[in-house]
């Protein structure tokens, strides 16, 4: 039997923006700072993508269908990422503190 460890596998604090248009993509992005962020067009490529980056956080646009959301979210808890939507009729103060806030709690719960 080994006496080496195994070593634990830790991924970036990641934040993937998912179906965000570009005005609000870049407004998440700057709010977000300096986490890392990767943006993708649609929720299937989102899926797609998420057990390979296992991001922190999941910025999904509210447009998204509810098909696509509840697939997003199950996808999310499988990597234990914390899915919010946004939508960019949203008060861009308040929308800030809830990314820095949802960020933080997707921190102290992935440990």
């Known amino acids: ?13 990641l934040v993937l923006l998912v179906a965000l248009k570009d005005d609000l993509a870049r407004f998440c992005t700057s709010a977000i700072a ?9 929720a299937s490529t989102a899926v797609e993508r998420l057990t390979i980056v296992r ?5 999904a646009s509210d447009e998204l269908a509810a ?10 808890a499988d990597v234990v990422a ?9 008060d ?3 929308l800030s503190a809830r990314l820095k806030r949802s960020a933080r709690e997707a921190e102290k719960r992935r440990g």
Request: charged share 20%.
């Open 1 to 13: 039997m080994s006496a080496i460890k195994t070593p634990l596998v830790r991924y970036p604090p």
């Open 34 to 42: 300096p986490l890392p962020i990767m943006r993708v067009a649609s």
């Open 55 to 59: 991001p922190l956080l999941v910025v």
């Open 67 to 76: 098909e696509e959301r509840t697939l997003l979210a199950e996808r999310a």
């Open 82 to 90: 914390k899915l919010i939507t946004v939508s960019s009729l949203e």
């Open 92 to 94: 861009h103060i308040e």
